[in-house]
């Protein structure tokens, strides 16, 4: 949902159309993510627009992605690595 704000701020129903969530499920992260000080509405009419407080959070995203991916390829290339000794293994 945060990554969503990277272009921009948003109304809940935008970052709801963006997640295909509920309106009560984004508006209940939105409220935590607010009481967190990630995010901050701003009311215009009846509508909240949504942004985040600071734009390194977006960094932080980047390096948690990176970190993620890295993490993931290593777990594969293990998978791979014990698939390939089972194959070997006589006892198949």
Known sequence: MVDDLRT???TVGELQLLLE???ASASQHLAILRGK???EG???GNK???SVTDPKIFELLDVAREIF???LISTRDLLGELD???AASPER
């Open 42 to 44: 701003r009311q215009e």
């Open 8 to 10: 921009g701020e948003k």
């Open 84 to 86: 390939d000794e089972v």
């Open 69 to 71: 991916s890295t993490h």
């Open 48 to 50: 909240v627009y949504y």
């Open 37 to 39: 000080g990630i995010v």
């Open 21 to 23: 969530d509920e309106a």
